[in-house]
């Protein structure tokens, strides 16, 4: 069975970090694109941050630049979210994802985890 399964949630203070991981299994991982994706409550979907297959290409929405780092480790076959300098206005339900194919394309999204929660509060 192809599934990723997020961790690392939590609550944190503003201008604090936090790392979110993906599990990913059931497909070999090093093959594919693969995106974070966030839902702040009461919002629709918003794309964060999508890293190609051995990241030869990373991309981020230009309101995450600079404070967040995605990565990947395809020996433990798991992508990684570094959040640095939150703010209140990211918290979200965050999704791991993955691409149809090796290269970032926004509408290839075809597999989604259940999502991790980051609150962001003081």
């Known amino acids: 069975e192809v599934q990723v399964v997020e961790s690392g949630g939590g609550l944190v203070q503003p201008g604090g970090s936090l790392r979110l991981s993906c599990a990913a299994s059931g497909f070999i991982f090093s093959n594919y694109a693969m995106s974070w994706v966030r839902q702040a409550p009461g919002k629709g979907l918003e794309w964060v941050s999508a890293i190609n297959r051995g990241g030869s290409s990373i991309t981020y929405t230009d309101s995450v630049k600079g404070r967040f780092t995605i990565s990947r480790d395809d020996a433990k076959n798991t992508l990684y979210l570094q959040m640095n300098s939150l703010k209140i206005e990211d918290t979200a339900v965050y999704y791991c994802?993955?691409?149809?194919?090796?290269?970032?394309?926004?509408?290839?999204?075809?597999?989604w985890g259940q999502g991790a929660l980051v609150t962001v509060a003081s």
């Open positions: 994802t993955k691409h149809r194919y090796s290269v970032y394309i926004a509408a290839s999204l075809e597999v």
